[in-house]
């Protein structure tokens, strides 16, 4: 398992910038977002398979790199907090950034609703 960076920039970034973190966050087993466009992400996958994942949701103008990496790095006014992926169908256990909130109780009402009385013209 390698981590590699993916940063990209893009020239209209409210076009498809939602759908391209999604398809980063599904890269690999764990990933991390320490600046806004750039993305550590634990994988198998080679550069050029992700960049072939990634190309169909980048326009002409907008740039891409991934790159292996090491684990040293120098941060400044951010953190590296990393998230496992979400996979559907999976147990959850103690060990998981995601958090089931129970549901809450259907509300029960035991008394009869009454008709509000109608609003008179003036």
Not at 20 to 34: E, K, V
Request: net charge negative; glycine share 4%.
């Amino acid at each position: 398992m390698r981590t590699l960076i993916i940063s990209y920039d893009l020239a209209q970034p409210h076009r498809n910038k939602h759908i391209l973190a999604q398809q980063i966050m599904a890269l690999g087993n764990s990933w991390a977002r320490p600046l806004e466009q750039t993305w550590y992400v634990k994988t198998d996958a080679r550069e050029d398979e992700i960049e072939a994942q990634l190309r169909g949701f980048l326009d002409p103008d907008d740039g891409l790199l991934i790159q292996a990496t090491r684990d040293e790095a120098v941060m400044t006014n951010t953190a590296l907090r990393w998230f496992r992926q979400r996979r559907a169908g999976i147990d959850l256990d103690g060990d998981t950034n995601i958090i089931a909130f129970p549901m809450p109780k259907p509300f029960e009402d035991d008394q009869q609703e009454l008709p509000l009385p109608l609003a008179e013209a003036c």
